[in-house]
Structure formats: C-alpha cells, structure tokens
Nanobody
Framework: QVQLVDSGGGSVQAGGSLRLSCAVS????????MGWFRQAPGKEREAVAT????????YYADSVKGRFTISRDNVKNMWYLQMNSLKPEDTAMYYC???????????????????WGQGTQVTVSS
C-alpha cells in the first residue's frame, strides 16, 4: 500500500516561512489527490489545502489563502506546502494525506483520505 512521509516542520517566529514536504512510496503508478491537514491541541483535524493530480488546486482553507501554497512534483512523487507569513494560530501538527481518486468536491474531511503521513510539528511564536 501507499506510504507517506512528511517533513519540514519546526519552530519559527511570526512572519517567517516554512516549507513542508511529503514523499510517497508504494503504488506510485496511481495518481492521487494530495493534501495537507493540520490539527492543533484540543481541536479537530482540518483541511489546509488539496491539489488534484493535474496540478489544479482543489481547496485552500480561508485562513491560509494568500499565505500558503500547495504544489506537487509528479516526477518525484512529492508534494509541498510553502507557508509564508506564518502566524501563531498556524501552530499545529501538520499531516500530509493522499487518496486514490480526484480531490473532494466539497471541503475535505480526514475520512476521505486513506493515506497519511506521521505528522510534522509547526510552531509559530510571538
């Protein structure tokens, strides 16, 4: 089955930037909807962004529009979340996720994504 490894988290001051990466292995011949979710302590896991296999953006959370960019590299079978102008409220565990079919037509939910990374912590101070 598909295995996901996410990375790139860390601690940064407000206004700073981080770039998260996700690498997928396994059934790489399949095309997937790729995405990022985040979960802060005591809160539900929420979708941040998703991108279709053809590179078209499917979803951005209102809270990250204009600051975060999701992208994918189908040759390397990786995808990324570039996070700029980070705010303390962005602090969360970030998870990459994938599914075997096209991205959801509505706001993504965790249940729609069978494959998950282990999570990478993003902490924004100030």
């Amino acid at each position: 089955q598909v295995q996901l490894v996410d990375s790139g988290g860390g601690s940064v001051q407000a206004g700073g930037s981080l770039r998260l990466s996700c690498a997928v292995s396994g059934d790489t011949y399949r095309s997937y909807c790729m995405g990022w979710f985040r979960q802060a302590p005591g809160k539900e896991r929420e979708a941040v962004a998703t991108v279709h296999s053809n590179g078209i953006i499917a979803y951005y959370a209102d809270s990250v529009k204009g600051r975060f960019t999701i992208s994918r590299d189908n040759v390397k079978n990786m995808w990324y979340l570039q996070m700029n102008s980070l705010k303390p409220e962005d602090t969360a565990m970030y998870y990459c996720a994938a599914r075997e079919r096209t991205c959801p037509a509505i706001t993504p939910t965790p249940a729609a994504f069978p494959y998950w990374g282990q999570g990478t912590q993003v902490t924004v101070s100030s």
